[in-house]
């Protein structure tokens, strides 16, 4: 299995970037995928969630009403995109995929496979 995140990148404040994860190796309609990321010095923690096909969402506090998730599980893909960045929105975004029977999404972190990450920074 392979998580393949891309579409990093360094932004102004107020800028958008559009993160993209390509899934290989799995069937990705049976994976609740999400979104975390970790800035230095931090703990890993989570940005948004998509449940296995859609429209079952949920986002952290500091993200909502700017970033949205989104899936295609025939292209096995899942997208952030992320508008009105901000300097504390920096960090290396990771993709995950969990294995579930739920609808939902899950915003722990005990997923089963995790990308390799894709550094966001936000500077002016």
């Known amino acids: 299995v392979q998580l393949q995140a891309s579409g990093g990148g360094l932004v102004h404040p107020g800028g958008s970037l559009r993160l993209s994860c390509v899934a290989a190796?799995?069937?990705?309609?049976?994976?609740?995928m999400g979104w975390f990321r970790q800035a230095p010095g931090k703990e890993r923690e989570f940005v948004a969630t998509?449940?296995?096909?859609?429209?079952?969402?949920d986002y952290a506090d500091a993200v909502k009403g700017r970033f949205t998730i989104e899936r295609d599980n025939a292209k096995k893909m899942v997208t952030l995109q992320m508008n009105s960045l901000k300097p504390e929105d920096t960090a290396v975004y990771y993709c995950?995929?969990?294995?579930?029977?739920?609808?939902?999404?899950?915003?722990?972190?005990?997923?089963?496979?995790w990308g390799q990450g894709t550094q966001v920074t936000v500077s002016s």
């Open positions: 190796g799995l069937t990705l309609s049976n994976h609740a």
């Open positions: 998509i449940g296995r096909h859609a429209p079952s969402t």
């Open positions: 995950a995929a969990k294995f579930t029977f739920s609808s939902f999404g899950s915003k722990s972190t005990n997923y089963d496979y």
